[in-house]
């Protein structure tokens, strides 16, 4: 089977995002500043949510072009979310590239990032909403969200504390964090053309399980992946003590000296890559990787179900692709 | 004459406003979260920019109730740049209680600010306009005024590294940081109202002069005022080496043993209390504190000659008294 390449197959519409979104980041007179909101956004990116908005406005009859605003505020909210996150994380790297607080300072990567998430609004602010209703609705799905958002990244910096977390906590705080933002993107996009509630909740539904798989999926690449094209070293999420799927499953599993061996490089910033290595054996033989490849997948598979209800088309059947995308992907 | 007193002017506003206020920072699940949000708000405050968009809807001839989402809005937005704020300038109080990150930690502190920028927005999507055109520029409008402030705030950081600056540049910063959120309250009051162009016009030259006298007072504030009200003691301004008006005025006409006595506590953190009433009794001998409280009062004088447009009514009329207030207030 040919792989699915969404820089190849999507080059018409990535093409008008790249361009929307430079646009986008034009006019801010402090060069300073200006440098420090573009970092991220211009480093590249999938721009896997602006595709979302538009796909999810072809997929109910609408066109792309009306939701290209919404998906441009969604990736520079996106964007503003690893600025802030990366200060909070205290990280000095993402995919390789200086964070935006090591290159500029703390104070300019805050503001940087209020400004991204102020010009997300402006830029939201010129949707061509034939219904005004449409509009009003735009907005409050779009900033609830990112106050979601916030609310899960206080769920993620609580667990951070804790020895071990519930699954379910887990997956509260994904949907939370990662998945509502896909959700205002995909639903978003439905609204933003004219969509049926029965429309809007197939997309809601279907970014939803989107989110929570691309999440998931995410945790296993950091094991998996190649660390170049990952941007960190393979098993740092283990060394960092992240409460990934992986590693609940693997502390709710693990008994005697696999036990041992994944608890000595788990959470432990002086864990040897040999120790790190080591754990990360453990955590394949005994199935937790799988289990959480088993929940992305299922996630992913729920989420092209809730696409029923919507009418076949290219866009459609684009959605579907894009889903599995998520849990194929190597980076 | 008698005084102005808003809080006694205002009471059925504040009321209303108070309540909208708290209801505003309700649904929050996590309460750590909630309460880092609330902290700020909660303790209170003059509450000047929902009360200025309840009148100019008022002054143009509609309802004050049609303004109170943005009002509200505004002053989450107000909250928010004040927990980045004090984050940016590593300030552990504020109105003598401790800072939202010295009370939470930074993370939290960060996600907080931007919890309560999103809930601004979730809360303007309510806005009662009966115009769909009315709610885009009310979006694009206090979006834009946000991304100002945070170019205003890097100005500010810029001049903390110069010598100097001209006072243009003072001017230029305070608009952008200052008063840029008071004409978002003051023109966006007008807009929900349904104002003329006109009558826009007239709120935004208003609120504009109204944030450059509030700003400039303040500065003032921080050398007369009492240290109890003023919750930091005299002078701190001169001690951090702030580029108020009064310091660059100083900086610009002192010479001899005055400029000493001010050079040897401005931006000397180690400066005793002592040197610090020399620094001020030398602005004040030398004219600096009365030219800036001259600046302040000169565009207040502005502000209340920009609604000259309006129709008399006791919506303007107390417009004006609240300008009056800006430049007599003593905390």
């Excluded at 999507?10 to 986008?24: G, H, M, V, Y």
């Excluded at 600025?83 to 993402?94: A, I, L, N, Q, S």
């Excluded at 003590?241 to 959470?267: C, D, E, Q, S, W």
């Excluded at 076949?312 to 194929?328: G, I």
Aim: hydrophobic share 45%; proline share 5%.
């Amino acid at each position: 089977m040919e792989r699915f390449d969404p820089r190849h197959v999507f080059r018409a519409q990535l093409r008008e995002i790249e361009a929307a979104l430079a646009r986008s980041l034009e006019g801010i007179e402090d060069p300073i500043l200006a440098r420090a909101m573009a970092h991220y956004p211009s480093a590249g990116g999938k721009r896997l949510r602006p595709l979302l908005s538009m796909l999810a406005a072809e997929a109910v009859g609408g066109k792309g072009a009306d939701a290209l605003p919404l998906g441009v505020a969604v990736e520079l909210i996106h964007n503003f979310t690893l600025v802030h996150d990366d200060v909070m994380d205290e990280d000095e790297t993402r995919r390789g590239l200086p964070t935006v607080h090591v290159t500029f300072g703390l104070p300019v990567a805050i503001l940087a990032g209020d400004a991204l998430f102020a010009r997300a609004f402006e830029v939201l602010a010129t949707t061509p909403a034939r219904d005004p209703h449409a509009l009003r609705r735009l907005f409050a799905l779009v900033s609830g969200a990112i106050r979601t958002v916030a609310e899960g990244q206080q769920l993620d910096l609580l667990f951070e504390d804790k020895r071990t977390i519930p699954e379910r906590a887990y997956f509260e705080m994904i949907d939370k964090k990662t998945s509502a933002l896909y959700v205002a993107a995909a639903q978003g996009g439905a609204i933003a053309a004219g969509a049926t509630p029965r429309q809007e909740a197939a997309l809601r539904d279907y970014a939803r399980g989107m989110g929570l798989g691309f999440q998931i999926w995410d945790d296993c690449l950091g094991l998996i992946a190649d660390p170049r094209a990952l941007g960190k070293p393979v098993g740092s999420d283990i060394r960092n003590g992240k409460k990934t799927l992986i590693a609940l499953h693997a502390l709710r599993t693990l008994r005697g000296a696999g036990r041992r061996t994944f608890l000595r490089a788990f959470g432990n910033p002086r864990a040897s890559r040999r120790e790190l290595d080591e754990a990360i054996a453990v955590v394949k033989a005994g199935g937790s990787l799988a289990h959480a490849e088993g929940q992305a997948r299922h996630h992913i598979a729920r989420a092209k179900g809730s696409l029923r209800p919507l009418r076949p088309s290219v866009a459609r059947r684009r959605l579907e692709q894009l889903a599995d995308f998520m849990v194929t992907r190597d980076r």
